[in-house]
T-cell receptor, first 117, second 115 residues
Framework: AQSVTQPDIHITVSEGASLELRCNYS??????LFWYVQSPGQGLQLLLK????DTLVQGIKGFEAEFKRSQSSFNLRKPSVHWSDAAEYFC???????????????WGAGTKLIIKP | DAGVTQSPTHLIKTRGQQVTLRCSPK?????VSWYQQALGQGPQFIFQ???????QRGNFPDRFSGHQFPNYSSELNVNALLLGDSALYLC??????????????FGSGTRLTVV
């Protein structure tokens, strides 16, 4: 079955500290992978995506993610968090090739990031 | 450049009633998808519209229906509302023919509360 697991419901990090949010997926084919961020009362904003090629991808707001096929993981990282990074982060996967006209994204349950001053 | 616009932002309905949510996609986008996000959960795919037709449907009952208009805007209709339909309903649009390959643009959502 296709699924996305974000093991951490909440993560608390001090401002200026590094961050890593975990994402593991189960997918039958080579997936496309995404990280989105959702601030309170807001929609979802795309942080970064991985389709192919270099397994370390850079996104907006200083975020990066690394695709590890052997571990079925796509963890999100940031070297130094800012108070404005407090939000909920969602990992999502979709089919790399829509052979079966599958256009939907499968989402994790999200990780809420709390920043300590 | 206007992004995805959803209306209304908040809505309270009574069990058994019907509701219509609206979405205007980002300029230049022709594909609209709807997602339901329950509290504390990730979004769940409801359906996607392209060229005024439902292209794909998630695991939602027939009480959930939609429509896409020639200007690419879309409506989500939910009949016979249940308490469990309370959620944030998100609309996402994408550019011609690319599906989600370049990432969807999401609206801020409609918060539906069923009492």
């Amino acid at each position: 079955a296709q699924s996305v697991t974000q093991p951490d419901i909440h993560i608390t990090v001090s401002e200026g500290a590094s961050l890593e949010l975990r994402c593991n997926y189960s997918y039958g084919a080579t997936p496309y992978l995404f990280w989105y961020v959702q601030s309170p009362g807001q929609g979802l904003q795309l942080l970064l995506k991985y389709f192919s090629g270099d397994t370390l991808v850079q996104g907006i707001k200083g975020f990066e993610a690394e695709f590890k096929r052997s571990q079925s993981s796509f963890n999100l990282r940031k070297p130094s968090v800012h108070w404005s990074d407090a939000a909920e982060y969602f990992c999502a996967v979709g089919p790399g090739v829509s052979l079966d006209s599958n256009y939907q994204l499968i989402w994790g349950a999200g990780t809420k990031l709390i920043i300590k001053p | 450049d206007a992004g995805v616009t959803q209306s209304p932002t908040h809505l309270i309905k009574t069990r058994g009633q019907q509701v219509t949510l609206r979405c205007s996609p980002k300029s230049g986008h022709d594909t609209v998808s709807w997602y339901q996000q329950a509290l504390g959960q990730g979004p769940q795919f409801i359906f996607q519209y392209y060229e005024e037709e439902e292209r794909q449907r998630g695991n939602f009952p027939d009480r959930f229906s939609g429509h896409q208009f020639p200007n690419y805007s879309s409506e989500l209709n939910v009949n016979a509302l249940l308490l469990g339909d309370s959620a944030l309903y998100l609309c996402a649009s994408s550019s011609p023919g690319t599906g989600f390959f370049y990432g969807y643009t999401f609206g801020s959502g409609t918060r539906l509360t069923v009492v």
